[in-house]
Nanobody, 121 residues
Framework: VQLQASGGGLVQAGGSLKLSCTAD????????LGWLRQLPGHEREAFAC????????YYVDSTKGRFTVSRDNAKNTVYLQMNSLKPEDTAIYSC???????????????WGQGTLVTVSS
């Protein structure tokens, strides 16, 4: 049972990347999902979340309008489309799943392995 993120890499400022996080061993459709990152000098944060049922999405201010989280339950996968990337977006990105309507970091059931995103200036 695991979550595995992929799609990270090196991109220039202003560029785009699309990350994927696929579940193996459980059905992602029953879980609220979120993308997490830890920026230098900051605690890990869930910056983009999507609910279980109505697929409402939530973002921290620094990513609103640039990042889009979506899910494809048939593929057991959650996605993160990142546009207009900035050097300060450089971090390890990971995903998490919680058996709730909306993700809470103190109630995570599955933590995903991360993928590194590096944005050059």
């Amino acid at each position: 049972v695991q979550l595995q993120a992929s799609g990270g890499g090196l991109v220039q400022a202003g560029g785009s990347l699309k990350l994927s996080c696929t579940a193996d061993g459980f059905t992602l459709g029953y879980y609220a999902l979120g993308w997490l990152r830890q920026l230098p000098g900051h605690e890990r944060e869930a910056f983009a979340c999507i609910t279980t049922s109505d697929t409402s999405t939530y973002y921290v201010d620094s990513t609103k309008g640039r990042f889009t989280v979506s899910r494809d339950n048939a593929k057991n996968t959650v996605y993160l489309q990142m546009n207009s990337l900035k050097p300060e977006d450089t971090a390890i990105y990971s995903c998490a799943a919680a058996f709730l309507k909306r993700l809470r970091l103190d109630r995570v059931d599955y933590w995903g392995q991360g993928t590194l995103v590096t944005v050059s200036s």
